[in-house]
Nanobody
């Protein structure tokens, strides 16, 4: 069973930066590399939304609201995905979830809280 664990969330001031990680377990790197990975977020009272995705081949896609500020990456050897977040805004405050998808298989992490506030 694949498990995903997010880490690195916290409190940061507007304009600041934060890098969050998503480490996988229960999977070897060669299989992990076949998964399409993504970051999603959910703010209080709102639906979960897509933040960024990185496909098995490395192609990336971003929500318009984070383009130019966030960078998604993955290290298949470490079975870990990252989200570098720069120029953070209060509206980026949310619980951030990582997702792994391969065919009909889909896995979610438990989430990490990111709060942007002065």
């Amino acid at each position: 069973q694949v498990q995903l664990v997010e880490s690195g969330g916290g409190l940061v001031q507007p304009g600041g930066s934060l890098r969050i990680s998503c480490a996988a377990s229960g999977i070897i790197s060669t299989i992990y590399s076949a998964y399409d990975m993504g970051w999603y977020r959910q703010a209080p009272g709102k639906e979960r939304e897509l933040v960024a995705t990185i496909r098995r081949g490395g192609d990336t896609n971003y929500a318009d609201s984070v383009k130019g500020r966030f960078t998604i990456s993955r290290d298949n050897a470490k079975v870990t995905m990252y989200l570098q977040m720069n120029s953070l805004k209060p509206e980026d405050t949310a619980v951030y979830y990582c997702n792994a998808a391969l065919g009909s298989r889909r896995y979610w992490g438990q989430g990490t809280q990111v709060t942007v506030s002065s």
